[in-house]
């Protein structure tokens, strides 16, 4: 059974900078593109990120220039790097595949941007 565990989140002010990590068992880590949602309070779940096996990443708009994501195929963990964050990245991140059939959700973790 795939496990997802995601960590990292925490509260930091506007311009701030995180580096969540999402650490992944039960599955061929190396061989699936994996990538980054997030669901702020009363929206749907958005993806955020996703980073291809070879590396080939692909952002949202309201991300570019400010995330970074990436991975370490021998630690079978991917990583989301923050900065400039702003308010509205307010959510609970979580980590999956990049495509449908996703495996179940982890915990997430909480990512708060306030002054």
């Known amino acids: 059974q795939v496990q997802l565990v995601e960590s990292g989140g925490g509260l930091v002010q506007p311009g701030g900078s995180l580096r969540l990590s999402c650490a992944a068992s039960?599955?061929?880590?190396?061989?699936?593109?994996m990538g980054w949602y997030r669901q702020a309070p009363g929206k749907q779940r958005e993806p955020v990120a996703i980073?291809?096996?070879?590396?080939?990443?692909n952002y949202a708009d309201s991300v570019k220039g400010r995330f970074t994501i990436s991975r370490d195929n021998a630690k079978n963990t991917v990583f989301l790097q923050m900065s400039s964050l702003k308010p509205e990245d307010t959510a609970v991140y979580y980590c999956?595949?990049?495509?449908?059939?996703?495996?179940?959700w982890g915990q997430g973790t909480q990512v708060t941007v306030s002054a």
């Open positions: 999956n595949k990049a495509s449908s059939p996703l495996y179940s």
């Open positions: 980073i291809t096996n070879g590396g080939v990443t």
């Open positions: 039960g599955t061929i880590f190396n061989i699936i593109a």
